[in-house]
């Protein structure tokens, strides 16, 4: 199976700080899915990377998708406490099912 | 519009009792996915459900456990004789089968068992 490792496991930083979350895969990707989930709100789809170096943002979020280091990337700029939550990577592949990572937990500290 | 929308959104219960577990998928999604979340840990694939096709129940972590999607709409998870390991968030998914395959989840169901 898939093994999906996220760092790190858990992060906090002050209002208006950058930061990465990193997903490394034990297989080759062919695609990656980030979601982010709040306590009582579920998953929150954040984007979906399909091709090597491909590199997409969703407001002050971008990722970026290594194919040949089996990993991906996800940048905040500027981080906001709205930013707050668990962020969470899960390949995508053949089966439609989607094998998450064990997530990043960010707080952001006003 | 509506998203998918669980229920219970808590249940407690005592060891060896069944339980249900509710999930009502956006309309018109034709895929159903289960997942439980344990304190800690990633999610956990249990079964997927695909319009009229036979669910994929590959994720099922024993028989206790088991899923029906009536019409293609409304599913139902159930747990038999539950166990304190059973004690968990599950999460349901809908999608309707897009390029992107974007799974739109609900609020989840905490699940504890005494």
């Known amino acids: 199976s898939q093994e999906l490792e996220q760092s790190p496991q858990s992060l906090i930083v002050q209002e208006g700080k950058n930061l990465t979350i990193n997903c490394t895969s034990s297989k080759t990707l062919y695609g990656l899915y980030w979601y982010k989930q709040k306590y009582g709100e579920g998953l929150i789809f954040l984007m979906m990377?399909?091709?090597?170096?491909e590199e997409k943002s969703h407001e002050k979020i971008t990722a970026k998708l290594d194919e040949k280091k089996q990993q991906s990337s996800l940048h905040i700029t500027a981080s906001q406490p709205s930013h707050a939550g668990i962020y969470l990577c899960g390949p995508r592949g053949g089966s439609e099912k989607l094998v998450f990572g064990k997530g990043t937990k960010l707080t952001v500290n006003p | 519009g509506a998203g998918v929308s669980q229920s219970p959104s808590n249940k407690v219960t005592e060891k060896g009792k069944d339980v249900e577990l509710r999930c009502d998928p956006i309309?018109?999604?034709?895929?159903l996915y289960w997942y439980r979340q344990s304190l800690g840990q990633g999610l956990e694939f249990l079964i997927y459900f695909q319009g009229n096709s036979a669910p994929d129940k590959s994720g099922l972590p024993s028989d206790r456990f088991s899923a029906e999607r009536t019409g293609g709409s409304v599913s139902t998870l159930t747990i038999q004789r539950t166990q304190q390991e059973d004690s968990a968030v599950y999460l349901c998914?809908?999608?309707?089968?897009?390029?992107?395959?974007?799974?739109?989840f609900g609020p989840g169901t905490r699940l504890t068992v005494l």
């Open positions: 990377l399909q091709k090597g170096g």
């Open positions: 998914a809908s999608s309707p089968r897009t390029t992107t395959n974007e799974q739109f």
């Open positions: 309309s018109g999604h034709t895929a």
